[in-house]
């Protein structure tokens, strides 16, 4: 970047503010500034340091002492043993393979139901969407432990207890990604369907066409939910399953937390093996889910 080019810039941020102080607008004082930044940093370190500890953790070696005061956050000698010796107690990659055909399987339920149920619920005109919407609220509020019995009593019935199948089929389409499609939906103006309508388009070229691009920031929120909630549940993969070959990740990392409950740095490191892929996915996706996030904000 050339000297011009900065230059440039900075004379325009220059004026912009001057332009600010112009119409009257104050720049918040020193102690304001200081106090936001110290919140952020506390909140960062509340949100984001037991991570780290985590991952400092995994990578200390037998040697190396984990409840040494005060607390060392830098391993001396970093070492990736830990994450060999949890591959060789447990099949972890097994594991994290069923937790990623789970995973995989729940976005595409989510992503197609509820972009499909969404645009229902915003652009159609049929008898009952009312209730439809409110159903879908109120499935919001009902605890899933209160109906976990009879998900399980479902899934037996159907034979599908001890299978993947059936660690997805209950989540395959959640209330709350429906009510985020329809909140996206609703935002486009209803100008352009109504052109795309007088040229002739029908029901299904309209969502295809004209809808689904126009909420592609939300279908990233929905796809990054439903991975996640997928990817961490634990209760009902541990009610459904039973066989070892068909355990998730997060159940196969139990074994961790009983058998060998003294060694924590392999409790540690299996923890980052199961996290690591969730913060790949928003790393990746990022971009898309904050601009999701404001698809649907406006109105509902």
């Known amino acids: 970047m050339s000297a011009q080019t900065l230059g440039d810039r900075a004379r325009r941020r220059k004026s912009i503010g001057d332009k600010f102080l112009a119409e009257g607008g104050r720049r918040p004082p020193a102690w304001k500034l200081v106090l936001r930044y110290l919140l952020l940093l506390i909140v960062f370190a509340i949100m984001v340091g037991p991570f780290l500890w985590q991952l400092s953790t995994s990578l200390k070696g037998a040697g190396e002492d984990i409840y040494s005061y005060p607390p060392k956050l830098l391993p001396s000698e970093p070492t990736f043993d830990n994450y060999g010796k949890v591959a060789e107690l447990i099949p972890v990659w097994d594991f994290a393979l069923n937790s990623l055909k789970v995973a995989l399987a729940n976005v595409l339920t989510n992503v197609v139901g509820a972009a499909l149920a969404g645009y229902a619920l915003a652009r159609l005109t049929f008898r009952g969407r009312g209730l439809a919407t409110v159903a879908f609220v109120m499935a919001m509020l009902v605890p899933v432990e209160s109906i976990i019995i009879a998900q399980f009593m479902t899934m037996r019935e159907l034979g599908l207890n001890n299978t993947l199948t059936g660690v997805v089929l209950p989540g395959c389409i959640g209330a709350l990604n429906v009510l985020l499609m329809r909140n996206a939906f609703s935002n486009i103006p209803y100008e352009i369907e109504e ?36 990817w961490d549940d634990f209760l009902w993969p541990l009610i459904v399953l039973s066989d070892q070959s068909n355990f998730t990740l997060t159940i196969g990392l139990n074994y961790l937390h009983g058998t060998f409950a003294n060694n924590q740095r392999l409790v540690a490191a299996g923890t980052i093996i199961a996290v690591a892929p969730l913060i790949v996915l928003f790393a990746c996706l990022q971009r898309f889910f904050f601009r999701g996030v404001g698809e649907g904000a406006v109105k509902g």
């Open 195 to 230: 052109a795309a309508f007088v040229d002739g388009a029908n029901a299904w070229q309209r969502f295809t066409r004209i809808a689904l691009p126009a909420v592609k920031g939300t279908l990233a929120v929905v796809a990054i939910f439903a991975f996640m909630g997928a």
